[in-house]
């Protein structure tokens, strides 16, 4: 669809678009979308139509009148359609292999643990919605991603109390 | 489905008397277990775990021995039952910690095995690739033997 025929179709911008508004940023009058994580998110935003996508770049276009339109080119992170069922699978085998364990290094060293921790920062609200379901294990992890430590002290072996200061942490980080 | 899964993971547990003795719980561990505490993680990793001397932290059987020490416990040479002392028993796989036991007023052991039930057993019913074997046994006079 080229933009002229996009802007041939009625549409309505309308001065409140359906996005979160900390993933806008308004430079000299340009409109521009960041952070979002998933094509499917402006797919359906009326006011905005996708003209061209390629290499992970998407040429997106205002449904405006023509003369007054923009074309914008934003780069799109999209999260890989396996990386959640990759995440369950190995959260699956860590969990039956390692139940049985109570040293630490077993725990964190086995295969799949080491495998969700190589995904990095992806890893991470993934790794936080599991916690919401069921604590387990996941310090370590979380400890070598972040960087961080928020556990208290006095909360170290109790695993609802550790979960719950991760929970905080993952909260004030915008994960939860 | 419980003792399937025991069974799968220790195998000796097949051809030695074994009973189940708790629901799974992840609050606590083998040494947690060992040391009477059913409320935290035991593990000498303090980032994330409790160990009452910090400052003993590291993955060594010096560590347990030193830290149960602590507790009143003196290394001694063998885990047969001797009235008057209560024992608890040290697993390794190449000497790197796995596992401990505590020895049951009958003789027989008890075990937390991870996230998994307590059960009691004999030492060599939890022998094998899951916790390796026995290194070393402590014992403690029993405060409430008479």
């Known amino acids: 669809m080229t933009p002229f025929v996009e802007a041939m179709c009625p549409s309505d911008v309308t001065s409140t678009p359906p996005i979160p508004h900390e993933k806008l940023k308004c430079t000299n009058g340009e409109i521009i979308y960041s952070d979002f994580k998933n094509v499917r998110d402006i797919q359906y935003i009326p006011e905005f139509v996708i003209v061209n996508r390629n290499n992970g770049v998407a040429t997106i276009h205002p449904a405006k009148p023509f003369l007054n339109s923009e074309l914008i080119e934003h780069e799109i992170i999209e999260e890989p359609e396996g990386l959640m069922e990759l995440f369950q699978e190995l959260k699956i085998t860590w969990k039956n292999d390692t139940a049985h364990l109570s040293s630490p290094f077993d725990i964190a060293m086995h295969e799949s643990y080491q495998r969700i921790m190589g995904m990095g920062e992806k890893a991470l609200p993934l790794i936080f919605e599991e916690m919401t379901k069921e604590p387990d294990y996941w310090f370590w992890a979380l400890r070598h991603i972040t960087g961080e430590n928020p556990t208290r002290i006095e909360h170290r072996g109790n695993m609802p109390l550790m979960t719950e200061d991760w929970l905080s942490w993952a909260r004030s980080h915008s994960y939860l | 489905m419980s003792d399937e899964k025991l069974r799968a993971i220790f195998p000796n547990l097949l051809n030695t008397p074994y009973v189940i003795t708790s629901e ?106 899951g916790y390796g074997s026995v290194a070393l046994f402590m014992k403690r006079p029993n405060l409430d033997f008479s």
């Open chain 2, 24 to 129: 799974k719980d992840k609050k606590y561990n083998c040494i947690a277990w060992a040391a009477g505490d059913n409320a935290k993680w035991w593990w000498p990793l303090p980032e994330d775990n409790y160990w009452p001397n910090e400052a003993q932290a590291g993955n060594t059987m010096r560590t347990f021995a030193d830290t149960f020490g602590e507790m009143g416990y003196d290394i001694c040479e063998h885990g047969g039952l001797e009235p008057g002392y209560e024992k608890v028993a040290l697993y390794t796989i190449d000497k790197a910690p796995t596992h401990m036991a505590r020895q049951l007023p009958t003789g027989d052991w008890t075990s937390k095995c991870g996230q998994l039930e307590d059960i009691s057993h004999l030492l060599e019913g939890i022998e094998g690739d």
